[in-house]
């Protein structure tokens, strides 16, 4: 197996990396941007992708060798150093990227001069002008990468009379985008003045185009305003000429107009470039090995919960959940459309718990607060941040003395978070005449469950699973919600998939450890034995009559227990994105790949 002083694996922020806006602006750019100021002994090995994998083959910054996706973290756990820098491709990161550092180290890499312009100062004279043409995308072999991509989605019938009439107003060059290099595609963009294309992924080389550059974007109504951040981070004049579908002839005229006519530069472009010049911070690779040898995962609820035992705890509340009336039931599923709203109505049949739905959950108050703790580690904080701990030292004075880091006590911060949720949760519960309460969630993992019971010793976890595929079924009928708003929206069988598997891993992988319980809707709403397990465990009373009580939003009825809702069929793409970001895991727990 060959060794790699450096392995880098794509860490997008948004879409997947196989698609070609998001392998350049979210895997190649930051990762080739991380490395510029490296010393690298030896070659760089990149996880595949599929067939983007093509454009690292002129990379000369270092020596690029991708590596398949199979044999990625074998090869991975060999290396001492492994990269996986944040994409600059989620609407956020477009504003905040530092592109012309990006612009520079990418463009290096493939012996390209960012300061070449491609001939002459054309702007002095009439414009150079970039027409992009849409060419039937690659079809690669596994039929997962470029399908319904180049012309086949959106095309100009009457380009070659758009490129004619184009010529009255500078010197015209069409290109297509389909089978160059990325050396090849950086000259033709770095070469334009102004730039008319449709809405498509090939806007991606924006990146290489001069400041000042104009884009006439030919945009379908449900692609309009799709970039605006990324253009303006970019300082592009930006005009739109709207075509009425992706196939439709375009108003030549209109993109004349907007080839032509004065544009004032977005306010605020010229603020984004010179922040982004001034402030890119360049990781050597001594701080990235530092970074990778910590390990840290904000995922691993075990070594958070290891490290959150070097401080005192809250407080020495009796394990019995059923005597401890701030000993909260969590109850968390993973996914929507999963059971967890009828697991809490079950939760809640007693009469005397008062079970939360998911309480202002579009921003994740308890993931956020979970997040704070992410950072402790063996080394973090030191005793010397600490108010106490200074004190304890005669020459400490608060006027003379170090004290740019000077925390109150982890004791104080768990207080602290104790006292919110309390507040929030425990206290209104109480308020109503509830004797416990809870908290049911389809956002969190066992990560947050440990949170929560740490700061609330004899919480009782259930955590509940189902068929994913049915779940999916019928989330993409009344769904399209997010896991944190803004930034991380659930709108496709991908963002879903991942949700559903992040946190199945985690229920399974620390439900044991935890004593938390683990259970399947399909168990739940057919074996009195697993209401009774859930009974035993969260100590409170089930009535199984719940089951026959079937509620939907502001009317509840008595039906089956079974979702009567009409569900959409899974379509065979998304069929496709399931079953490759699952894999085996929907069958370890017994669910069956449904056909057709």
């Keep these: 197996m060959e060794r790699f002083p450096i392995v880098a694996r794509p860490a997008n922020r948004s879409g997947r990396p196989d698609r070609f806006f998001h392998f350049i602006v979210g895997y190649l750019a930051p990762t080739l941007t991380a490395l510029a100021d490296s010393e690298v002994d030896g070659p760089v090995g990149v996880m595949s992708v599929g067939s983007l994998d093509r454009l690292w083959a002129d990379c000369r910054h270092p020596e690029i060798r991708v590596i398949p996706e199979a044999e990625f973290d074998a090869v991975a756990a060999q290396a001492p150093v492994r990269l996986a820098a944040r994409g600059y491709d989620s609407p956020h990161a477009h504003v905040l990227a530092p592109w012309p550092a990006v612009r520079r180290a990418v ?32 079809a690669p072999a596994d039929g997962a990468v470029g399908a319904g991509s180049g012309s086949d989605r959106r095309s100009i019938p009457n380009l070659a009379d758009l490129a004619a009439a184009l010529g009255s107003a500078g010197e015209v060059r069409v290109e297509a985008m389909e089978g160059l290099t990325l050396p090849e595609q950086m000259r033709i963009f770095r070469w334009a003045d102004v730039v008319v294309a449709q809405h498509g992924a090939a806007l991606a080389n924006l990146i290489w185009t001069r400041k000042g550059t104009r884009l006439v974007e030919i945009v379908t109504p449900d692609k309009a305003n799709v970039l605006p951040g990324y253009y303006e981070a970019l300082g592009l004049e930006v005009a739109h000429v709207t075509q009425d579908d992706g196939h439709a002839v375009v108003d030549v005229d209109a993109v004349l107009d907007g080839v032509t006519r004065r544009i ?144 109150p006590g982890v004791d104080d911060l768990q207080r602290a978070h104790r006292a919110m949720l309390t507040e929030l949760l425990a206290t209104p519960a109480h308020a109503a005449g509830f004797a416990r309460w809870g908290l049911k969630e389809v956002r969190l993992d066992a990560t947050q469950a440990e949170y929560v019971a740490g700061l609330f010793p004899g919480t009782r976890i259930v955590f509940l699973v189902r068929n994913p595929y049915d779940a999916f079924r019928s989330y993409r009928s009344r769904g399209g919600w997010y896991e944190r708003f803004p930034d991380r929206p659930v709108f496709d069988a991908e963002t879903f998939a991942r949700h559903w598997r992040r946190l199945t891993r985690s229920f399974l992988g620390n439900a044991e450890r935890m004593g938390a319980l683990l259970v399947s809707f399909e168990d739940m709403t057919s074996d009195p034995a697993t209401l009774q397990r859930i009974a035993d465990h969260t100590g409170v009373a089930i009535d199984p009559a719940v089951l026959d009580i079937h509620a939907r939003g502001k009317e509840t009825s008595k039906e089956a227990s079974k979702d009567t809702g009409e569900v959409s069929p899974i379509r065979p793409k998304e069929m496709r994105v399931l079953a490759e970001v699952w894999g085996d895991l929907p069958a370890s727990l017994g669910y069956a790949t449904p056909e057709g």
């Design 107 to 138: 463009m290096h890499a493939y012996g390209v001069d960012p300061k070449d312009a491609g001939g002459s100062d054309a702007r002095k004279g009439s414009p150079r002008i970039l027409v992009v043409e849409r060419r039937p995308g690659e």
């Design 264 to 407: 004032d530069a977005p306010e605020h472009t010229g603020r984004i470039e010179k922040r982004g010049a001034r402030t890119p911070i360049p990781w050597s690779a001594r701080a990235w090995k530092r970074h990778e040898d910590r390990g840290i995962d904000e995922r691993d609820s075990a070594r958070w919960a290891e490290q959150l035992t070097r401080w005192p705890r809250v407080d020495a509340s009796p394990a019995d959940a059923a005597s401890t009336p701030d000993a909260p039931i969590l109850a968390l599923a993973s996914a929507w459309r999963s059971g967890s709203t009828l697991l809490q109505r079950l939760l809640m049949s007693g009469g005397d718990t008062l079970v939360w739905g998911e309480p202002y959950a579009q921003r994740d108050p308890i993931g956020q607060l979970t997040d704070m703790y992410v950072p402790f580690r063996d080394g973090y904080p030191v005793p010397q941040h600490f108010l106490p701990e200074r004190q304890s030292n005669d020459a400490f004075a608060l006027s003379e003395s170090w004290v740019a880091n000077l925390y």
